[in-house]
Nanobody, 125 residues
Framework: QVQLVESGGGLVQAGDSLRLSCVASGRTFSRYVMGWFRQAPGKERQFVAA????????YYADSVKGRFTASRDSAKNTVYLRMNSLKPVDSAVYYCATGPVGTDVYCRENDYNYWGQGTQVTVSS
């Protein structure tokens, strides 16, 4: 059974940093694209970042480019999202998800088939 578990969220102040983790189990995810999405109250879930197999490719939403960094440790079946210079608009539930195998990256929800339960990030002003 495939399972993704996110952690690392919390309440921080504007300008602070957080690192989210997503541990995958049930299969080896090293060859799969991994994505990060977020959903704020009353809003649709939106793409944040994606990282391909062997970290060959990464892709970020314009709103987080330069502040967020996705990485992965295949030996630990874990992906990370380092978030710097956090802003109140970054407050949301953050989800990780698995996508296709390969070196391309994807930003559409429909490209991802397994999702974690999410971790809350709240940034106060």
């Amino acid at each position: 059974q495939v399972q993704l578990v996110e952690s690392g969220g919390g309440l921080v102040q504007a300008g602070d940093s957080l690192r989210l983790s997503c541990v995958a189990s049930g299969r080896t995810f090293s060859r799969y694209v991994m994505g990060w999405f977020r959903q704020a109250p009353g809003k649709e879930r939106q793409f944040v970042a994606a990282i391909s197999w062997a970290s060959i490719s990464t892709y970020y939403a314009d709103s987080v480019k330069g502040r967020f960094t996705a990485s992965r440790d295949s030996a630990k079946n874990t992906v990370y999202l380092r978030m710097n210079s956090l802003k109140p608009v970054d407050s949301a539930v953050y989800y990780c998800a698995t996508g296709p195998v390969g070196t391309d990256v994807y930003c559409r929800e429909n490209d991802y088939n397994y999702w974690g339960q999410g971790t809350q990030v709240t940034v106060s002003s």
